[in-house]
């Protein structure tokens, strides 16, 4: 097993972010994936954050859609905090 890449995993970690923008090169994304490959546990973080964002995409889908009960009361606060600022 590797060792952590000590001192740098914070810095590594906030690459992550960077990997998933979709302005990323090809490239870009190749040089962060070696570099996170060097140590297990931002290899847990990348897995962990695939893994997330797998969950987000299956959950958050267009075929995916609020309860209408909610979508009425979401609307009804919406519509109060309005009145309530034009009001004052």
């Known amino acids: 097993m590797k060792e952590p890449c000590i001192g740098r995993c914070e810095e590594i970690q ?6 998933f923008d979709p302005s990323t090169t090809p490239e ?14 931002c290899h847990g973080r990348l897995r962990s954050e695939r893994e997330i964002r797998a969950l987000l995409q299956k959950c ?5 859609a609020a309860p ?3 979508r009425q009361r979401i ?8 009145v309530t ?3 004052g």
Request: proline residues 3%; neutral net charge.
């Open 28 to 41: 870009q994304a190749r040089e962060i994936l070696a570099v996170i490959a060097e140590c297990p546990h």
């Open 85 to 87: 600022r034009y009001q």
């Open 68 to 70: 209408a009960t909610l």
């Open 14 to 19: 906030a690459q992550l972010c960077t990997l």
């Open 75 to 82: 609307s009804m606060q919406i519509r109060e905090v309005r």
């Open 60 to 64: 958050c889908n267009a075929e995916a």
